[in-house]
């Protein structure tokens, strides 16, 4: 099967690479890259939500193998997961939906008020989520670019309202959140926001347990993707 990987805000293509090596061999893990990071440098950023959506959908659809599917987001990742699945954007044989990092929707967040932040303030609530190589604080050029695409998708994010439709994730979900995330407030609040069964996984204490736990949730993905192998 085919497991379609979302990233995070500023996230790219190789954002799971050490997960995917993880892996079963039997699941082509395909890892999004979202408008402007490497592949698609020359390519400009996308701060609409909706084009941001479209564009996802657009990249998912191209590489689709007539497989079944799955789907992994991650924080900013887990919300156009769950708007493609919803809104019937990628179709196909969707047999598992992983939400990884991202509180209950319903929910405003305070991060949705970030990209309004100055670039000390914008740095300083990065570092605080835990996924900010601190190295790169000493050059600025590079501290920049770093939080170019980071930022933009912040924009993307602020946009975001979540609009009852009557319509939910309709195949088993499992949520992989740490409880110390602020960003994961009501992580159990997906229960009502899926039709099918839910587990949960608490890991790590920050928002980026993914750089540390990695191989943790590489096993939560195999083990719950073996039945439909």
């Known amino acids: 099967m085919q ?5 995070f805000a500023g996230g790219n293509s190789g954002s799971f690479k050490h997960m995917t090596e993880l892996l079963d061999e039997r699941i082509e893990a395909v890892s999004v890259e979202y408008a402007g990071r490497l592949g698609r440098h020359k390519e ?6 909706g084009e941001f959506l479209e564009d996802t959908a657009s990249y998912i659809c191209g590489r689709r193998s007539g497989l ?3 789907v992994l987001g991650y924080s900013l990742g887990s919300v156009l997961a769950f708007d493609l699945i919803t809104k019937g954007k990628i179709g196909g044989d969707l047999k598992h939906c992983f939400i990884c990092a991202r509180g209950d929707l319903r929910d405003e967040s305070a991060s949705q008020r970030y990209h309004e932040l100055s670039d000390d303030e ?3 609530r990065m570092i605080e989520l835990g996924g900010f190589d601190r190295r790169i604080l000493g050059n600025q050029r590079f501290l920049k670019i770093y939080m170019e695409p980071v930022r933009r998708d ?10 009852e439709i009557g319509k939910k994730i309709p195949c088993d979900t499992t949520v992989m959140y740490s409880p110390k995330d602020p960003l994961a407030v009501n992580a159990y609040g997906w ?6 069964n839910i587990d949960f996984y608490e890991l790590g204490d ?3 347990f993914v750089h540390q736990y990695y191989r943790e949730m590489a096993e939560i993905v195999n083990r719950h993707l073996e039945k439909y192998l």
Not at 191 to 196: A, H, K, P, S
């Open 191 to 196: 229960r009502d926001l899926t039709e099918g």
């Open 3 to 7: 497991l379609f990987l979302l990233p």
């Open 206 to 208: 920050n928002h980026f």
């Open 68 to 70: 079944p599917i799955a």
């Open 154 to 163: 912040y924009m993307v994010w602020s946009q975001y309202k979540y609009r």
């Open 44 to 49: 400009g950023y996308i701060t609409d939500y």
């Open 122 to 124: 914008f740095v300083k």
